[in-house]
């Protein structure tokens, strides 16, 4: 007998009422694969990057989010087109959720001219202005006061634009976090705060370095606040998108804490110092896992879709390796070019955010 039956007058046990539900998801089933596909690309992406660390094609380390995917879709699909974003050192999922090309993120990692950044930033600075993207950054915290000055800057402009400005569980001890909660609040300036909390600073834990819950430091500085599992996309997004409304609206920051976890060490030269219970309690969580399991419970994807969307983001890796190898290195005489203010680094320039 199931819930629909429509003949047992019993009360329906919680998996019958699961049933009875045209679908347990509340994202449509575009956005639903969507989250899905960027998931993938995104971890594909850096066990990529890691196999290219070790063969030296990209020099020195770059720091993995693998295991963080679902904050960086749940968050950059909540965006709009005249958004802003600012990043971290952990920054590749960032920005190709927002939906940078994957050809040149990988050329700006391997060092090409045709990277986001001509080859002069690496991993950790990569920008693409015209999407909004105002850099990863190699210092903790510092992506903060920038989204809250950019986004003041565009609004000021008349833009109805909110920021989305990510920075760690370790981040949140740096002073200019907290100037950055203040003046946004102070100022209306609607940035959305992304704390990821993978319960680590380089090898220093959550509880041995912060004395109270996170949230309740944004609080306090006047802002709404929300406890997100950031293991799952749809609950990313959808926070996200409330606290992008609330921006729109009423031109006020927000905080998310995005409970996540970093599968790897703190980047590619890091050993594994962590108990490995723990580490197989998060597995268990691994949301490329979790995710499209969901989305086969509702109907929303078959194995057949997933197999063809793993497919294609081979292809798309791929490409953007050959891509990236084909490219011509910066010469010598070059250094100075793109290091300077140009155009689009002294100013907005009209439309969206110039090239
Ligand atoms: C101002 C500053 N202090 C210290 C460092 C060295 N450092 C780089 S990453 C990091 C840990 C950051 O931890 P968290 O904010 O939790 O981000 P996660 O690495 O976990 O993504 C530290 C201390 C730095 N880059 N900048
Ligand atoms: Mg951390």
């Known amino acids: 007998m199931t819930a629909d039956d429509g003949e047992d007058s019993s009360p329906p046990t919680p998996a019958a009422t699961e049933k009875a539900r045209p679908s347990g998801l509340s994202v449509p089933r575009d956005l639903a694969v969507a989250l899905y596909r960027k998931m993938r690309l995104i971890r594909r992406f850096e066990e990529t990057c890691v196999e290219l660390v070790n063969d030296n094609e990209i020099a020195a380390v770059v720091h993995e989010s693998i295991g963080q995917e679902a904050v960086a879709v749940g968050v950059t699909a909540a965006l709009g087109p005249d958004d802003l974003l600012t990043s ?8 190709l959720g927002r939906g940078a090309d994957v050809k040149r993120v990988m050329a700006e990692l391997m060092g090409r001219t045709t990277g986001t950044n001509h080859g002069r930033g690496g991993s950790m600075h990569v920008g693409e202005p015209k999407l909004g993207i ?3 950054n190699g210092i903790v915290g510092a992506g903060t006061p920038i989204a809250v000055g950019a986004v003041w800057a565009a609004r000021t ?7 989305a400005a990510f ?3 370790g981040g949140i001890n740096q002073g200019v976090v907290h100037e950055s ?41 006047g802002m709404a606040v929300a406890e997100v599992d950031g293991m799952d996309p749809e609950a990313v997004y959808l926070a ?9 609206k009423e031109s006020a920051p927000s905080f998310l804490e995005l409970s996540a976890y970093r599968y790897k060490g703190h980047h590619t030269a890091e050993k594994e110092y962590r108990d490995p219970v723990e580490l197989e309690t998060w597995w268990a969580k691994d949301p490329l896992e979790t995710w499209p399991a969901r989305l086969m419970e509702e109907g929303f994807l078959s194995l057949e879709d997933k197999d063809e969307i793993d497919k294609s983001v081979e292809i798309l890796i791929r490409e953007a390796v050959e891509f990236a190898r084909n490219s011509p290195w910066p010469q010598p005489d070059e250094v100075f070019e793109f290091v300077y203010a140009t155009e689009t680094a002294r100013g907005f320039p009209s439309g969206t955010w110039g090239s």
């Open 240 to 248: 996200m998108q409330q606290a992008v409304a609330r921006g729109r």
């Open 167 to 169: 920075f760690g569980d």
């Open 134 to 136: 105002l850099g990863a």
């Open 157 to 163: 402009r008349g833009l109805d634009s909110v920021g």
């Open 88 to 95: 971290t050192h952990r920054g590749h999922g960032h920005v």
């Open 181 to 221: 909660f203040n003046l946004a609040v102070i100022w209306d300036v609607p940035v959305i705060f992304c704390c990821e909390n993978n319960r680590y600073a380089v090898t220093t834990p959550i509880d041995s370095m912060t004395g109270a819950s996170l949230t309740r430091r944004a609080e306090g500085a």
